[in-house]
T-cell receptor, first 116, second 114 residues
Framework: DVKVTQSSRYLVKRTGEKVFLECVQD?????MFWYRQDPGLGLRLIYF???????EKGDIPEGYSVSREKKERFSLILESASTNQTSMYLC???????????????FGDGTRLSIL | AQSVTQLGSHVSVSEGALVLLRCNYS??????LFWYVQYPNQGLQLLLK??????LVKGINGFEAEFKKSETSFHLTKPSAHMSDAAEYFC????????????FGKGTKLSVKP
């Protein structure tokens, strides 16, 4: 079974802090994703990466950056945390394949981040 | 832009009753479709996926979904609800390609009454 591990389940930080959320997958997947989940809004894509050192902006990249130095690890960075970034953050990975679009994404358990 | 609509943010059924969660997508191009379930304080777990093989797709935990191209729908059903089915359900669509990013619906929270 695919294992996607997010380093923290709950995190509390202060406004203005630089925050790192870590995600590791154990199945050698090329594609990795960061989402935020808010009530009534579903999941919104922040950034994704389809290879080491490659990154693409999703739908809501403002205020975030990412790092993919190794294939198995994809980090989300809040450069200067603000209260409107309080949310649930979900990491996902997806296996490669000829028809990559039809492969499901595998999710971690999420990090519930509170910015005070 | 492509979109996914889930009708009803909350659905409540009695234990043993039929579960029907609705999902419609916006494009005429046949997509790949997924249903995910999220239990409290957990990530998303794949229930089932449609990838242009059979139009009726069976998933885990007794759920199934039918792809209807003419209605651009992919509704999720289960004949008899169980208390353990209480969760939030997300429909998602992708149009394939090398990136194939998922577009999610806003989710439907299912409550099951004893």
């Amino acid at each position: 079974d695919v294992k996607v591990t997010q380093s923290s389940r709950y995190l509390v930080k202060r406004t203005g802090e630089k925050v790192f959320l870590e995600c590791v997958q154990d199945m050698d997947h090329e594609n990795m994703f960061w989402y935020r989940q808010d009530p009534g809004l579903g999941l919104r894509l922040i950034y994704f990466s389809y290879d080491v050192k490659m990154k693409e902006k999703g739908d809501i990249p403002e205020g975030y950056s990412v790092s993919r130095e190794k294939k198995e690890r994809f980090s989300l960075i809040l450069e200067s945390a603000s209260t409107n970034q309080t949310s649930m953050y979900l990491c996902a990975s997806r296996p490669p394949g000829q028809w990559e679009g039809n492969q499901p994404q595998h999710f971690g358990d999420g990090t519930r981040l509170s910015i005070l | 832009a492509q979109s996914v609509t889930q009708l009803g943010s909350h659905v409540s059924v009695s234990e043993g009753a039929l579960v029907l969660l609705r999902c419609n997508y916006s494009s005429s191009v046949p997509p790949y479709l997924f249903w995910y379930v999220q239990y409290p304080n957990q990530g998303l777990q794949l229930l089932l996926k449609y990838t242009s093989a059979a139009t009726l797709v069976k998933g885990i935990n007794g759920f199934e979904a039918e792809f209807k191209k003419s209605e651009t729908s992919f509704h999720l059903t289960k004949p008899s609800a169980h208390m353990s089915d209480a969760a939030e359900y997300f429909c998602a669509v992708t149009y394939g390609g090398s990136q194939g990013n998922l577009i999610f619906g806003k989710g439907t929270k299912l409550s099951v009454k004893p």
